[in-house]
């Protein structure tokens, strides 16, 4: 009962770096989302998707971008690590239907640039 | 706007008393809300919610929640606390619109001392 899976748990990367942020769920979700984790600001959106294929902007999206080609899998991407992108980041998913559904969260991905 | 404030950053109660975390949100319609608790160096998980009907609404591990929506508030409470409920916990509020975006809190950090 995999749920929302994140890979890697941990990565340091050095300024200008770039890497790929992974999330898979097994649950057939529809939506799935991308925060970031930072102390004393709750998580912020950065982007989300509706559906396989399709993307779209939240609240803190600049200096990341996604791709969402398989309906399993949704990708977070650094192309230009900068110090200010330290963070702990999750993934979630939901299903359709009503709003009261929660979103379910992987374990995060915690990334330190330096 | 959808906000969510949590008032307490940092609560610390004895093993065996009472709990209650506050939590506060802006929305003009009738809201879904969330309760989440992180453990260290996990995800989130879901604790309980609510979207109508009874008002006090129980979840896991003990814990319930009460809407009253002429304080515009969804305190989270537990009668007896146990060490292993040392944690963050964070209110979302569902953010309306077809995405079904969570607005979450900035948190609050549990202790729990013998």
């Known amino acids: 009962n995999a749920g929302v899976t994140q890979t890697p748990k941990f990565r340091v990367l050095k300024t200008g770096q770039s890497m790929t942020l992974l999330c898979a769920q097994d649950?057939?979700?529809?939506?799935m989302y991308w925060y970031r984790q930072d102390p004393g600001m709750g998580l912020r959106l950065i982007h989300y998707?509706?559906?396989?294929?399709?993307?779209a902007k939240g609240e803190v999206p600049d200096g990341y971008n996604v791709s969402r080609l398989k309906k399993q899998n949704f990708l977070l991407g650094l192309e230009s690590a900068a110090p200010s992108q330290t963070s702990v980041y999750f993934c979630?998913?939901?299903?359709?239907?009503?709003?009261?559904?929660?979103?379910?969260f992987g374990d995060g991905t915690r990334l330190s640039i330096l | 706007a959808q906000s969510v404030t949590q008032p307490d950053i940092h609560i610390t109660v004895s093993e065996g008393a009472s709990l209650e975390l506050r939590c506060n949100y802006s929305y003009g319609a009738t809201p879904y809300l969330f309760w989440y608790v992180q453990s260290p160096g996990q995800g989130l998980q879901l604790l309980l919610k609510y979207f109508s009907g009874d008002t006090l609404v129980q979840g896991i591990k003990g814990f319930e929640a009460e809407f009253k929506r002429s304080q515009s508030s969804f305190n989270l409470r537990k009668p007896s606390v146990h060490w292993s409920d040392a944690a963050e916990y964070f209110c979302a509020v569902v953010g309306g619109g077809a995405t079904n975006k969570l607005i979450f809190g900035t948190g609050t950090l549990l202790a729990v001392q013998p």
């Open positions: 649950m057939n979700h529809e939506y």
């Open positions: 979630a998913s939901r299903g359709t239907g009503d709003s009261n559904q929660p979103q379910h």
């Open positions: 998707s509706v559906g396989e294929g399709t993307t």
